[in-house]
C-alpha cells in the first residue's frame, strides 16, 4: 500500500526520457534501453578505448559500455546518476554490462575493481561517488571484490566536466597516489570511470596503480566520448 501510494505521489521516470517506467522496467524504459548506443569493444582488444592510451601506459584491456554523446540519451543517464542521485542507475547498467563481460571472460584473472576516486571534499559535497555502484554491479557479478582503500586523490579541483580538452590533458600526473602493502603486488587491477574522453585522469590514476610491484591494469568506463 504504502508504495502504491509513493508511486501515485512521486511516480518513477525514466531518465533517458523522462517518460513513466512501466511496472515490468527496471530503472530504464524500454525504449531507452534499446537506443542506448552500445560500442561493441569487446569484439576486440584493440579497441578505441585502447588505443587513447597507446604510448602512454601499458594496459592489458580497455573497454567502455557506450558511446558518450552530449544531450543524448546517455548524457541524460550520467547526469542523473551524477548530480541527480540516481544511484540505482550504475547499478542496472553495472548488471547490464557486466553479463556480457562474463560471457567474454576478459576479467576471470583481475584480483581488484578500483573507482577512480572522489576528493573527500567532492564527496562529502556529492555524498557519493557516481561510479560506486556500477562498480560493485560490476564486482558482485563477477565476484571480484571493490576496493577504494588503495587509490586516492591528492588534490581537490573543479569537476572535469567544467574543464576544456586542453585542462583535462594536462591533468596534474601527481593528483593520485596509492596505498599498498605486499597482497597487492602482482595483481590484476580494474579501474573504472564514468566517461572516458581525453583519458587524462585515467592515465593519471594508472600510473600511481602501476607504482605497485608486479602490478597489472585494465581499464573499464561506462561511457566512450567520441570528441
Known amino acids: 500500500m504504502l508504495e502504491y501510494l509513493i508511486n501515485i505521489f512521486y511516480p518513477k521516470t525514466c531518465p533517458g526520457c523522462l517518460n513513466l517506467i512501466l511496472k515490468s522496467e527496471n530503472q530504464l524504459c524500454t525504449s531507452c534501453r534499446h537506443e542506448i548506443p552500445l560500442t561493441n569493444h569487446l569484439s576486440t582488444k584493440e579497441n578505441e578505448a585502447f588505443q587513447k592510451f597507446y604510448g602512454k ?20 543517464l550520467i547526469h542523473h546518476l551524477k548530480y541527480k542521485k540516481r544511484q540505482e542507475i550504475g547499478t542496472v ?8 563481460l562474463k560471457q567474454q571472460k576478459v576479467f576471470e584473472e583481475v584480483h581488484y575493481i578500483i573507482p577512480v576516486p572522489l ?8 555524498g557519493y561517488n557516481q561510479i560506486s555502484t556500477f562498480c560493485h554491479a560490476i564486482g558482485d557479478t563477477l565476484n571480484i571484490p571493490v576496493t577504494t582503500d588503495i587509490l586516492y586523490r591528492n588534490h581537490y579541483s573543479i569537476t572535469q ?15 593520485f597516489d596509492v596505498n599498498h602493502n605486499e597482497e597487492h ?12 574522453t581525453t583519458g ?3 592515465e593519471a ?18 561511457g566512450f566520448s567520441e570528441s
Open 57 to 76: 601506459i601499458p594496459l592489458e584491456n580497455a573497454f567502455s559500455m557506450f558511446y558518450f554523446h552530449k544531450k543524448g540519451i546517455t548524457q541524460e
Open 205 to 222: 590514476c594508472g600510473k600511481a596503480i602501476l607504482k605497485i610491484p608486479g602490478a597489472k591494469l585494465s581499464i573499464l568506463t561506462m
Open 185 to 196: 603486488h602482482h595483481k590484476h587491477f580494474l579501474l573504472i570511470d564514468d566517461v572516458l
Open 200 to 202: 587524462a585522469t585515467l
Open 93 to 100: 547498467l553495472g548488471q547490464w554490462y557486466a553479463e556480457d
Open 119 to 126: 576528493h573527500p571534499k567532492r564527496l562529502k559535497q556529492r
Open 161 to 175: 566536466s567544467k574543464k576544456n580538452l586542453e585542462e583535462r590533458s594536462s591533468l596534474n600526473t601527481n593528483s
